[in-house]
């Protein structure tokens, strides 16, 4: 079977990975590479990562992050000291208002939308022509999106035309129920995606499952020459990958939905099939992170295959260390499967969903 | 295996990936899951909308439809999906289940559903003002000598159903055949009514593209809201109140319906306490048509302690029971919820539950349980006036408050009614209430409010929510 992984794969991805751990916490916790805000943690930690931490199963010894932290600390105190001298770019989190939680970086998102797109290449051949412009529909701003798509974009031999949606605004919005200008300010970005497909030649789209579906009103996608459409930002059901892959982009245009944030990077989905139900499952780019289902009451156990758990982000590069920080998510944990020899993350909603639905904006 | 409810997408059956449980409200057993609509889709398939289909058969044919349809709903086997069916009988049966509705009432609704499709010429009549219908067809004609054309405003009526009684659909149903096309939101826990109803329709010769079925979350809900140029929604009255100034929009929310009784007519009132405990607990006490206040000039202690002993003796009974009134409730939460408020509204000097002292050997509270189902026992307070907070509160099960108030009084105090029935003969009494803008169905003499006529339009007019005249001139 061309997507089962052998139990050889599996262990040499865990053992790449058990060294990749290493390589990161020698990095983080030695005077000579470290950030100031690691080596201050580690002299009032209950035990030394340096010779303790081994291997993955060994960031258990972690708490969770707080990324209260991204918001409280100055940006300086990340900055590991091989960097110093180097401005860093600052990268935000969504959709909050009042101080945002930043993230500082260099190169990090590149080397992601490197990899990402020799996954585009290999799984999805022809669907993400190289050559071709790029749409980016969605948040850009200080968002790391915005720097990444223009990357893969260039990587790939195009160019990227961007039209911003600012998501604290609509957050502001929905909280206020000032639904009608949500909608208008929605309009208002997607008739600007349209104007650029109908006048651009466009042949690829990175936007969120809303606004393509909102595009869909304005422009039929396929017709406008896109022949792959890059999809996340927000939760996506089954049925709505569904509805998006047979429906507004007609089986004529790759659908391919990723699960990332500013702090991990971009995991991206198995390929699709109608035979899965278009279950989305998504594999975190490891070794620079990993991502653990983990169950919600006792958070150091990771729960069985097709169970239910809350999603459990590590970050593991030279320019960033981020140890279990637990998403605001949860997902079913399952198995490895084709160049993915590690878990994944499948139907991923928001934590707690089955008791309150969270509104998560026109975009 | 669970019976599969698909959406219907103009007529066209779509199994969605996503589907919602209906459960048995006694046994918590699954019995059916229905496919749930993505709000893109609805918003999707609304830009495709047409009346073209359903434009194509004539009026009059349409009303042929719709006997035949009554026959078809009452009587024969329907499709449900994947070639499955379901006979009358099974559809009371897996209704009762599932909404915790007896037998007896859901063939109660059963037949006014039926009389909806077959009464249909004359609600028409009503609606239309005795209208000759081809002026629908053609566009314009004449009505009472005048040249009149109408036109429709909306491509489809959107309809938000509650859960609570399958009653409500004969509200959208004369929408087919006005020639406009629906797109059903069912309750999330009663998609058998309006899926019978439109199998019944499609079943006797009407277009599959006049029904789209839509089981869907609030987003979806909002959706049809959104693109539906007309619609209709069942809601309470922060619902009715959102919707106030949308003239798109008919949301029909509580009814606050009462009995009145006038001067003339109070010394007979031994004669209507059967006609005030049916208003109160036909169709177990779940339509906005059921009333909710009884406002008398005197004698408040001794009929409020008539109708009570008499509203006492409805009990909790088989689901089976032919004699069976109550319903359970397929939420419980929702039955606790109500029963607290009325204990809490009791804790408010001035009100007195007068069916408490009446309840039957071994129930004691308000709330109670049968074979698995929570009940809520009638209830009637006694108000010392309206401004009590139990005085004007309707909840979805036989719940009444009477109130003492001079005849003088009753029409400014009363506020909105969808339903008033009004005991009187006293002309000057009747011109008052006639000339009052609170009362949408004016019911004269000793009727209960449950009692519904044909012709007479009911919560709205709906050929006038759908339709606009335009002046129409021909040259000489």
Redesign the interface.
Known sequence: MKNEVTEEAVSQATTALDAHVREIIAWHFSPETGSPFWLDWAKTADFDPLTEVKSFADIRKFPHFQDEWLRDEQNERWIPKAYTGRPFIVFETGGTTGMPKQRIGWEDHLRDYEEFSEYLDAEFPGSFPRGANWLMLGPTGPRRLRLSIEHLAHVRGGSCYHVDLDPRWVKRLIAEKDFETAKRYKKHVVEQGATILKNRKVGCIFTTP?LL?AL??FVTVPDAGVKGVFCGGTQM????V???SE??LDNRAAFVPTYGNTLMGLACSRPLTPED??SITYHAPQPRAALRVVNPNDTTETVGYGEWGRVELTTLTKEFFMPRFLERDEAIRREPFGRFAWDGVGEVRPFGALET?AIEGVY | MAIQIPILRRGTPYDSIDKNPVKSVRTGELVAEVSQANAAMIRRDMRKTSRAELRAVPTSRLLEISAEAGKLFMNETLPLANGQTQTPQEYIDILSETSGLPHSLVRRNMGKIYQVFAEMPTILKGLTRGMDLSVIDNGSGEQAGVPVSFFAVTDALGVVLPSNSPGVNSLWMPAIALQVPVVLKPGKDEPWSPWRIVQAFIAAGCPPEAFSFYPTDHEGSAAIMDVCSRALIFGDQSTVERYASNPAVQAHGPGWSKVIIGEDCIEEWPEYVDIIAASIAENGGRSCINASAVVVPRYADQIADAVAKKLAEITPRAATDPDAILSGFANPAMAERMNSAVSEGLKTPGAEEVTAKYRPAGISDRLTHRDGSTYLLPTLVHCANFDHPLANREFMFPYASIVEVPQAEMAGKMGYSLVVTAITRDEKFLRDLMASSHVERLNIGPLPTTRVQWDQPHEGNLFEFLYRRRSIQWAK
């Open positions: 809303l579906e869909d009103e059901t089954p049925q709505t569904r509805f998006l429906e507004v139900k278009y639905k």
